[in-house]
């Protein structure tokens, strides 16, 4: 029996290649490599500017920075998330304040955004659940209103466009991650896309310990040598071995996300009028694309974790994306979240099952998966 696992990276042999390149070259990080891949990004999404960081966390960590997150602000976010949304929020001193999700769509809800907003609220952080690009122009407008910035996770939205736009332009700042199981892979990775210079400009002296040389900004300057720490910043410096692994994916990403949508729609073709899966949203607006990072189906009038563990010993590695944050013990602890406070996300998760999509997937293992699926929930119904 083949195991399926539930995400996995396509590294081929051009990939291997540019890697090696830049082994036998001077630079292995700080050289030519992190600006051209920053360039590539900022041209394919339409933003002036991107900064690369060694992780996405540690880029959303910067976004937050830049942003002016200090101790006791607030950052809205929404609970169905990786922790990492909410964690650069913290690091930066912050109280993050969930808003349920909307089942329509995974994402926050934007309609209840306003509800939470106080004087303390500085970011808001919708993230593009599994891939589905949030409705953001509303949020942006709520955000104008109230004179927030909106950093935008589309960790799972690489090549997701909204009404004709890709996304990565539109909020204030949006994040990408090049972990393995995303697009795109710089093995750890991530980066900010913004249209706005003094963003980049604090995002760039965030990655590397708060440091600047730049002549035009150094307060005083005692010669060639000389640099000043401005910031309390961090090395969060990604490589060049990255960046030219990344540069390399770049050339594929349109195929990638092509060979998502097959296989997603081979899944929706197959689960659509089926008793017991509800099948993940697909956005409705016109020349709006879904990224599928995920395949996040929900189950219904049968127990998720029996279908789960029996997917699991049939060979289908699926996942669970993602416990609602406020749940986490930590969250509970430090932030006084309950359970039953975002009672739609604690439904979603009660029911979810994220099945393997990655474009290297055949369509031989999308059939296996499909026919394990009906197999399994049929015998759990
Ligand atoms: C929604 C979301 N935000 C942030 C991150 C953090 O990205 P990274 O793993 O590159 O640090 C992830 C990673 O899975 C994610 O799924």
């Given amino acids: 029996m083949k195991t399926i ?13 540019a890697v090696c390149s830049v082994l036998k070259s001077d630079w292995l990080t700080q050289g030519p490599m992190i600006e051209r891949f920053e360039k590539e990004i900022a041209e394919y999404v339409g933003s002036r500017y991107a900064v690369a960081f060694n992780s996405g966390t540690s880029a959303l960590h910067g976004a937050m920075f830049a942003a002016g997150i200090t101790s006791g602000d ?11 949304t909410p964690n650069s929020a913290a690091y930066q001193g912050a109280h993050p304040v969930f808003v349920d999700i909307d089942m329509g769509t995974y994402c926050i809800d934007p309609q209840c955004i306003k509800e939470v907003i106080t004087e303390k609220t500085k970011v808001i952080a919708p993230v593009d659940m599994a891939g589905y690009p949030v409705d953001l122009p509303v949020i942006m407008e709520i955000a104008a209103d109230h004179d927030v910035v909106v950093i935008e996770d589309a960790a799972h939205a690489l090549g997701a466009m909204r009404e004709g736009t890709r996304v990565g332009s539109e909020a204030d700042m949006t994040m990408f991650s090049f972990h ?39 307060i005083k300057n005692d010669g060639p040598w000389y640099y000043e720490m ?14 030219a692994l990344g540069l390399s994916q770049m050339k594929k990403l349109e195929h990638f996300i092509a060979r998502r949508n097959v296989i997603a729609k081979m ?11 509800i099948i993940p949203p697909v956005p409705k607006a016109a020349q709006s694309r879904h990224a599928y990072h995920l395949y996040p189906i929900r189950v219904s009038g049968i127990d998720r ?17 993602y416990i609602p944050v406020h749940l986490q013990p930590y969250y509970q602890e430090v932030f006084g979240y309950r359970e039953g406070d975002y009672p739609i996300a604690e439904e979603y998760y009660r029911a979810e099952i994220s099945l393997p999509m990655f474009p290297r997937m055949t369509d031989d ?11 399994v929930i049929q015998g759990n119904s």
């Fill in 5 to 17: 696992p539930y995400g996995s990276q396509w590294i081929d042999d051009t990939d291997i290649n």
């Fill in 74 to 84: 607030e950052v809205i976010t929404s609970p169905i998330t990786f922790v990492a």
């Fill in 180 to 218: 393995p199981v995303k697009h795109i892979t710089t093995g750890e990775g991530g980066i900010i896309t913004t249209n706005r210079e003094d963003f980049a400009e604090r995002l760039q002296l965030f990655r590397s310990h708060g440091i600047t040389k730049d002549p035009r900004r150094l």
């Fill in 230 to 243: 401005q910031e309390l910043g961090y090395n969060y410096r990604i490589t060049d071995l990255q960046c």
């Fill in 267 to 277: 899944y929706n073709d197959a689960f659509r009028d089926r008793p017991n899966i």
């Fill in 305 to 321: 974790k029996s279908v789960f563990l029996d997917l699991r010993e049939q060979g289908i590695f699926c996942q669970v994306h």
């Fill in 365 to 375: 293992d999308v059939t296996q998966v499909i026919t394990t699926v009906q197999k």
